[in-house]
């Protein structure tokens, strides 16, 4: 079994940045693809941003420019520095890691507030 844990989360005024954390109990990045979703109130969940074990990365388009997802494997630890935040991106964050035929684990979510 595996653990994720997310940090990083708060309040930030429009247009400040914030840096999501998820460290994995253990070491799965080498087999890995990790991700990043996100779940507004009232809305479904959906992703984010996804970097492979290879290490190649994919953005949904609203994202694109403003957030980066990064990991490193030495620290079992895969981040999304998310900058110009909106008013829009306040949601429920979660770290999620997933490879065909193996178990799909989830965080516990951090909640992202952009507000003024």
């Known amino acids: 079994q595996v653990q994720l844990v997310e940090s990083g989360g708060g309040l930030v005024q429009p247009g400040g940045s914030l840096r999501l954390s998820c460290a994995a109990s253990r070491n799965i990045f080498s087999i890995y693809n990790m991700c990043w979703y996100r779940q507004a109130p009232g809305k479904q969940r959906e992703l984010v941003a996804a970097i492979t074990n290879s290490g190649m990365t994919n953005y949904t388009d609203s994202v694109k420019g403003r957030f980066t997802i990064s990991r490193d494997n030495a620290k079992n630890t895969v981040y999304l520095q998310m900058n110009s935040l909106k008013p829009e991106d306040t949601a429920v964050y979660y770290c999620?890691?997933?490879?065909?035929?193996?178990?799909?684990?989830w965080g516990q979510g951090t909640q992202v507030t952009v507000s003024s």
């Open positions: 999620n890691g997933q490879r065909a035929l193996f178990p799909t684990y």
